[in-house]
T-cell receptor
């Protein structure tokens, strides 16, 4: 099946630093999504990307849909303590039929921010 | 985005018993999706619940183990049957937008099986 390789697995940074994480795949995705999950909560959608090359920002977050449609990255600028959590990339191949709603998730990046 | 309410938020169950998880959405949706997140792992789709038809299960998941109901366009249940410790996970309900290209998730049900 499809797999997403997300890196790094974990990051320990100082408050104010910038963060970058990425996902790569051997298959093409038509939609890339980035989620953040806090302990005891479901994932919250941060950014959705719909076409190759698209660069989208949401506050201090910026994400890009790779030109090859096989990768995406997420940057967080000027990190703050509340950025702590697990960040997941997810891809949707939109193959139609029952494939809609079937997201393939990366393994997650655990972010720790030291004040 | 839709408001998705799930309950219970957590439960501790004995092996061999069953637990039914409820998911309520504040708007009508055609499809609802049930995901599982095993400890320290990523999310995996269990099944897609369509109103008025049987759920569609992903490879590795079967109806006898995870029966799903979808009585109307705002509600669904997932039952985890004959539980074993390997079923200890977070179970998440989700709904989509833009043709289900992007999904929104409920807060999940943290299940521990002893």
């Amino acid at each position: 099946g499809q797999q997403l390789n997300q890196s790094p697995q974990s990051m320990f940074i100082q408050e104010g630093e910038d963060v970058s994480m990425n996902c790569t795949s051997s298959s093409i995705f038509n939609t890339w999504l980035w989620y953040k999950q806090d302990p005891g909560e479901g994932p919250v959608l941060l950014i959705a990307l719909y076409k190759a090359g698209e660069l989208t920002s949401n506050g201090r977050l910026t994400a890009q849909f790779g030109i090859t449609r096989k990768d995406s990255f997420l940057n967080i600028s000027a990190s703050i303590p509340s950025d702590v959590g697990i960040y997941f990339c997810a891809g949707n191949s939109n193959a139609g039929g029952t494939s809609y709603g079937k997201l393939t998730f990366g393994q997650g990046t655990i972010l720790t921010v030291h004040p | 985005s839709a408001v998705i309410s799930q309950k219970p938020s957590r439960d501790i169950c004995q092996r061999g018993t069953s637990l039914t998880i409820q998911c309520q959405v504040d708007s009508q949706v055609t499809m609802m999706f049930w995901y599982r997140q095993q400890p320290g792992q990523s999310l995996t789709l269990i099944a897609t619940a369509n109103q008025g038809s049987e759920a569609t299960y992903e490879s590795g998941f079967v109806i006898d183990k995870f029966p799903i109901s979808r009585p109307n366009l705002t509600f669904s249940t997932l039952t985890v049957s004959n539980m074993s410790p390997e079923d200890s996970s977070i179970y998440l309900c989700s709904v989509g937008q833009r043709g289900n290209e992007k999904l929104f998730f409920g807060s999940g049900t943290q299940l521990s099986v002893l």
